[in-house]
Nanobody
Framework: QVQLVESGGGLVQAGASLRLSCAAS????????MGWFRQAPGKEREFVAA????????VYADSVKGRFTISRDNAKNTVYLSMNSLKPEDTAVYYC???????????????????WGQGTQVTVSS
């Protein structure tokens, strides 16, 4: 099991940028595909972005495509989510998650992910 700790959330105005970080420990980070999810008040958790473990393939939700970028640094055991042109509807708790998939694939289904962080709050004011 890997421990995941998110950071970088905060309160920003619409149009601003933030970069979230997720530091992993206690596992083999480079073997996991990594994902970001978010959950807004009163809504279900939703997929945001994911990245493969080795070749940097990425998948994005349509709602963030072109504004958010997921990346990883296996040497630092860290995955990032760079968020630009933030909108009030991006307000949510953001979670990172590790997918212990045997295959080097990228998945958007939260049920595929094995380990989760505690989340970091992102609030975008209009």
């Amino acid at each position: 099991q890997v421990q995941l700790v998110e950071s970088g959330g905060g309160l920003v105005q619409a149009g601003a940028s933030l970069r979230l970080s997720c530091a992993a420990s206690g596992g083999s980070f480079s073997r996991y595909s990594m994902g970001w999810f978010r959950q807004a008040p009163g809504k279900e958790r939703e997929f945001v972005a994911a990245i493969s473990r080795s070749d940097g393939r990425t998948v994005y939700a349509d709602s963030v495509k072109g504004r958010f970028t997921i990346s990883r640094d296996n040497a630092k055991n860290t995955v990032y989510l760079s968020m630009n042109s933030l909108k009030p509807e991006d307000t949510a708790v953001y979670y990172c998650a590790a997918d212990h998939t045997y295959f080097d694939i990228v998945r958007s289904d939260s049920r595929a992910y094995d380990d989760w962080g505690q989340g970091t709050q992102v609030t975008v004011s209009s």
